[in-house]
Every structure is written in C-alpha cells, then in structure tokens.
C-alpha cells in the first residue's frame, strides 16, 4: 500500500514522462521508428530499457521509495501512462499523422517493451543507489 502523496506524484510523473515520450516520437518519428533498419529498431529497445529503468530510478530516488511501495509506485506509473496511450491508439493518425503502418507495428510493441521494464524497474534490483533499502 502506498500514501496519497506518493500515489499522486507517481500520477503526476508518469503523465509527464507519457507527455515528454509522446511530443519526442511525434517530432522525430523518422529518427525513431525505421521499419527497414533491424539495426536500429534493436538499438532503440536497448537505448529504451536503459531509459526506462533511469525514469523509475529517479523517481524512486526523488520520492525516497522504500522496495516495499516500488512496485506499487511503478504500477501507478505505467498504469497512467497505458490510459493516455489507449487514447493515443485509437487516436494515431490525429496524434501521429504522418506515421506509417509499419511504424505503428514498431510503436505498439515498443510501448509494450517501455511499460514492461518499466514494471520490472518497481521490483528489481532491490538495492539502488541513494533510494532506501527499508
């Protein structure tokens, strides 16, 4: 169980973070998501792993998360950011208008891919750097 401050911070993060990814992709769209280059979509889902895990360690360290409310914290953090994605899916040509089908296929699985470590980023390692062991 987590307090009514950390839940509405952890609100109010993963709405930012939803915010800032979603402005990023709208505007370098053709940087991102290259459906002829294996390459390059590999090195995005590893370049997102690395980020996604540095978005929840930085709230945890912010918010002085105890491992015990982490997982509880990461939920709220991805749960709000999977809403607004849901809306954004069924709005992509409005929100992404010059997005490709291909690019949408890579889009939904790297959603899938971000919120997934974003998850596991509320659970492990038990130990990070300046966030409270207990």
Do not use: N
């Not at 979603?22 to 090195?43: C, H, K, N, Q, Y």
């Not at 690395?50 to 002085?64: D, E, R």
């Not at 809403?83 to 291909?102: H, N």
């Amino acid at each position: 169980m987590i307090s009514p401050r950390l839940t509405a911070w952890a609100l109010g993060y993963g709405l930012l973070v939803w915010f800032e990814t979603t402005l990023i992709i709208r505007w370098g769209l053709d940087l991102i998501f290259i459906p002829e280059s294996g390459i390059w979509t590999v090195a995005g889902f590893v370049v997102t792993a690395g980020l996604v895990f540095i978005v929840g360690w930085v709230f945890f360290a912010w918010m002085k998360t105890p491992p015990v409310q982490r997982a509880a914290s990461a939920i709220v953090i991805c749960a709000i950011g999977l809403v607004a994605d849901a809306f954004v899916f069924a709005y992509v040509d409005q929100v992404f208008p010059s997005m490709t089908l291909e690019q949408q296929r890579l889009f939904a699985g790297w959603v899938v891919w971000a919120y997934g470590i974003g998850l596991i980023s509320g659970i492990w390692p038990r130990h990070l750097y300046w966030v409270p062991v207990d």
